[in-house]
């Protein structure tokens, strides 16, 4: 591929609580856009650590930090999904993908908070991560939706 004909890679985070259906859309989504995804709770079930382990976690964020980086340096579209609780963290991340000329796309999934409820229950029964109703409350509790203005700082979906 030559360097005129190549295509402006997207960045795309993924904004919501826990079983919103992030998961479910990066993989779509990942699929679509020729990207790469990634997923701290995978990650962290795979290597065997705790997905609780708040210090673990914000280590494997910062490494998916310096990759993305490079991803997007290469023209290599990257579909990040861990939620996005804080406005902070999305300004960076657009921000990022803005430095190094990408797309960048916010994804907020709005799920009514009792069917969240409904399906860590349900997917916690069925062997997923233990998170309880007091995680979720407490997650509720820290989670900053984004506002119409704050999404209308991002790139449409393609």
Known sequence: MTEGTRKQPRLVLLCGLPASGKTTLARELADAYGAVRLNPDEWELALGIDPFDAEFQVKLEA????????????GTSVVLEWGFWARSERDEKRELGRSLGAAVELRFLDVPYDELVRRVVDRHAKGGLAITESHMERYRGIFQPPTDDELALYDPPL
């Open 63 to 74: 490494e998916f930090s310096g990759l993305t980086h490079r991803l997007l340096e290469l």
